[in-house]
């Protein structure tokens, strides 16, 4: 017969255990952001040294208009380098950034004589409803975000080809002042997304997506329709600044290359330390990533490199594969270390301290205790056993006399125990 004391112990170790163990699953190991740190030093040691190259030169930007010039150029490039780094985060890679911006200059153009409201209305207006559409393609309906942004691409691309060319341009160009600006603000707004993005709770945020297969749900759908919505309104930016700040010549308007715009968008964001799997990236890279790209083109061409300068903008994208590859391997995570964090809390840790052999198995040792219990709570004394006038205990202790019997072997007492008892039983049931 066993003694079971109503205890709950197991339950709450149990619940503790699953709770302890559902938490260590669903955490996310910290990125190391020192890699980014180390690259992004690297990458404006090279953007300086190609720019002071660029400078020493007789072509280029410095030869025409100097330092607006540069940041004219520059800020528009920027602003579509982050617009891809926001959607290679939420895992949603928009590689129509180049036709949108294509749109969103030949709208900003069309609508100038309007005013420059207008004009700003319809070419932030048109990226917004693209961004829009993208974003319920992505989002919505689980699209490869390759796959959407293409086909919104190359429906933008078949309308350009037969809208034919916007009216003339009305506006006179943009000054310098509003040049630096724009430079400004989009360096700034890539600041500060980078940021945003270096905090722990954003990437782990972004985990479930970039752990998911395409196709599949992931709970984050907000987050990729916001981060697409972003990155096509940054693209129209662009776009607008890019027309804005290109004088144009006999009424003729200036509008972009989308397909050169968008390799050299995905160049500068892969080249600047954003990981293509996602969620990952610096602070800094996409800016002095679009700084080395564009000098180094600017460079090429004047110095008559016999190849064409767009091959540059192509080979900054295998070397953001290659970059990739080593913020990845740089955030892989120790397993004795990823074993540490993991088991931090947990209630196999305490168990595992337990100074009784758990490997040996239950050897009933307990039972002998439970049986004691029972027996102690039905009035006897469990610890004692009379083993021929010999009191011992259960446990193995030191054996002890018994008690003498009162009634025992001098047989003095013989006739009180057993006769007298009798006697007068039998007197009180006869009445005498």
């Known amino acids: 017969m066993k003694f079971d004391s109503p205890s709950r112990s197991g339950d709450r170790d149990s619940t503790s255990q699953m709770k302890a163990v559902s938490a260590g699953d669903d955490e996310t190991p910290a990125d190391r952001m020192a890699v980014h740190v180390v690259w992004e030093i690297g990458l404006l040691l090279l953007a300086g040294g190609v720019l002071f190259a660029l400078t020493q030169s007789s072509g280029g930007p410095f030869a025409d208009g100097g330092w607006t010039a540069l940041t004219a150029a520059l800020a528009p490039v920027v602003m579509l380098a982050c617009a891809m780094a926001v959607s290679l985060r939420v895992g949603a890679v928009?590689?129509?950034?180049?036709?949108?911006?294509?749109?969103?200059a030949w709208m900003?153009?069309?609508?100038?004589?309007?005013g420059s409201a207008m004009a700003l209305a319809m070419g932030l207006g048109v990226a917004a409803f693209t961004g829009i559409v993208l974003a319920?393609?992505?989002?919505w309906l689980r699209a490869p975000g390759?796959?959407?942004?293409?086909?919104?691409?190359?429906?933008?691309?078949?309308w350009a080809g037969t809208s034919g060319d916007?009216?003339?341009?009305?506006?006179?160009?943009?000054?310098?002042?509003?040049?630096?600006?724009?430079?400004?603000?989009?360096?700034?707004?890539?600041?500060?997304?980078?940021?945003?993005?270096?905090?722990?709770?954003i990437r782990g945020r972004l985990a479930p997506i970039r752990d998911t297969p395409a196709g599949e749900r992931h709970g984050r759908g907000g987050l990729v329709f916001l981060g697409v919505l972003l990155s096509s309104s940054l693209a129209g930016a662009a776009g607008v600044v890019a027309a804005w700040t290109s004088v144009p010549d006999a009424g003729a308007a200036g509008l972009p290359d989308p397909i050169l715009l968008t390799v050299l968008a995905l160049g500068a964001a892969l080249l600047g330390g954003t990981s293509l799997l996602g969620r990952r990236g610096g602070?800094?890279?996409?800016?002095?990533a679009s700084l080395l790209v564009l000098s180094l083109m600017w460079l090429a061409e004047a110095r008559g490199w016999s190849f064409d300068p767009s091959w540059i903008a192509l080979s900054a994208i295998v070397a953001g594969f290659l970059v990739t590859r080593l913020v990845e391997a740089m955030n892989q995570v120790d397993e004795a270390?990823?074993?540490?964090?993991?088991?931090?809390?947990s209630v196999d840790d305490l168990r595992d301290e337990?100074?009784?052999?758990?490997?040996?198995?239950?050897?009933?040792?307990?039972e002998r205790y439970d049986e004691d219990l029972a027996d102690l709570g039905s009035g006897g004394d469990p610890w004692i056993t009379n083993t021929g006038g010999i009191r011992t205990g259960n446990t193995g202790g030191i054996p002890k006399p018994a008690p003498a019997d009162p009634f025992g072997a001098s047989g003095a007492f013989d006739d009180l125990r057993d006769g007298y008892g009798t006697r007068f039983d039998t007197d009180r049931r006869y009445g005498r």
């Open 166 to 201: 916007p009216g003339a341009f009305s506006l006179s160009a943009l000054p310098s002042t509003g040049v630096l600006a724009a430079l400004a603000g989009a360096a700034g707004i890539s600041l500060f997304l980078g940021l945003v993005g270096a905090f722990a709770g």
């Open 283 to 288: 602070v800094c890279g996409t800016v002095f």
């Open 136 to 139: 319920t393609l992505t989002a």
């Open 94 to 104: 928009n590689l129509a950034v180049g036709p949108i911006a294509l749109l969103s």
């Open 146 to 158: 390759w796959a959407a942004s293409g086909a919104v691409g190359g429906a933008i691309g078949l």
């Open 108 to 114: 900003f153009v069309d609508a100038s004589g309007s």
């Open 354 to 366: 337990d100074p009784r052999d758990r490997s040996s198995g239950d050897t009933g040792q307990y």
């Open 337 to 345: 270390e990823a074993a540490s964090t993991s088991r931090a809390g």
